[in-house]
Nanobody, 125 residues
Framework: QLQLVESGGGLVQPGGSLRLSCASS????????IGWFRQAPGKEREGVSC????????NYADSVKDRFTISRDNAKNTVYLQMNSLKPEDTAVYYC??????????????????WGQGTQVTVSS
């Protein structure tokens, strides 16, 4: 089973930046579209962004558009989420997930099959 590991979370002040990474040490991610999701306490898990297997297609939730950038380096078997201009409302556990497809069908959690354990992002002064 595909195993994903997120890293890069932490505590940052409002307006700051973080870069999250999603990697797999045992399986190649080249065949999968990868999504980033987040879940704040008491809220549903929401899709933040998705990138196709080739990296040629991306999409974003309106709440993060123009602030977050998803990218991938298939040579390093890693997908990134660069988060700039962070706001307190971005505080959540962030997860990466692999879809059983090369294209981003959606950002709905039900369309993703393999999940990481998550990394905490806290935006606070």
């Amino acid at each position: 089973q595909l195993q994903l590991v997120e890293s890069g979370g932490g505590l940052v002040q409002p307006g700051g930046s973080l870069r999250l990474s999603c990697a797999s040490s045992r399986f190649t991610l080249d065949y999968y579209a990868i999504g980033w999701f987040r879940q704040a306490p008491g809220k549903e898990r929401e899709g933040v962004s998705c990138i196709s297997s080739s990296g040629g297609s991306t999409n974003y939730a309106d709440s993060v558009k123009d602030r977050f950038t998803i990218s991938r380096d298939n040579a390093k078997n890693t997908v990134y989420l660069q988060m700039n201009s962070l706001k307190p409302e971005d505080t959540a556990v962030y997860y990466c997930a692999a879809a059983p497809s090369r294209l981003c069908v959606s950002r709905e959690k039900y369309d993703y099959r393999y999940w990481g354990q998550g990394t905490q992002v806290t935006v606070s002064s």
